[in-house]
């Protein structure tokens, strides 16, 4: 099955979920999600103080914009502030970060 037709709506109504993999406080709203491919667009959530040790690097394309707040790359030694975007090919890697305020990014990743 591919993605769910969705027109129109307030995400609000879609509670956070713990982000698997990603220490406390990395949380998801699943926008729109299609498990069989391995395609999916979701808001991220990051809560004040959060930080990750681990370089990161995923199977899949990803795109990312930071929506509000602020994210640094402690290996790039990058500030990621609101507006910013990204997109990642398979196998890039990234990370690790932290983040001091919070942070909300729209996530959208697909083969």
Same mark, same amino acid.
């Given at each position: 099955?591919? &993605?769910?037709? $969705?027109?129109?709506?307030? /995400? &609000?109504?879609?509670?956070?979920?713990?982000v698997?993999?990603?220490?406390k406080?990395?949380?998801?709203?699943? %926008?729109?999600?299609? $498990?069989? =491919? =391995?395609?999916?667009? =979701? %808001?991220?959530?990051?809560? /004040?103080? @959060?930080?990750?040790?681990?370089i990161?690097?995923?199977? @899949?394309?990803?795109?990312?914009?930071?929506?509000?707040?602020? %994210?640094?790359?402690?290996? $790039?030694? %990058?500030?990621?502030?609101?507006?910013?975007?990204?997109?990642r090919?398979?196998?890039?890697?990234?990370? /690790?970060?932290?983040?001091?305020?919070?942070?909300?990014?729209?996530?959208?990743?697909?083969?």
């Amino acid at each position: 099955m591919g &993605k769910e037709e $969705k027109e129109f709506f307030d /995400p &609000k109504d879609i509670p956070w979920e713990p982000v698997d993999g990603y220490p406390k406080g990395v949380y998801k709203k699943p %926008l729109s999600v299609d $498990k069989v =491919n =391995n395609v999916w667009t =979701n %808001l991220i959530k990051w809560e /004040p103080g @959060t930080e990750t040790h681990e370089i990161l690097a995923h199977d @899949t394309w990803e795109e990312v914009w930071i929506i509000e707040g602020e %994210l640094y790359d402690t290996e $790039k030694k %990058l500030s990621i502030r609101k507006g910013m975007y990204t997109c990642r090919p398979p196998g890039m890697k990234h990370g /690790p970060w932290i983040t001091k305020n919070g942070v909300i990014m729209l996530e959208v990743r697909y083969k």
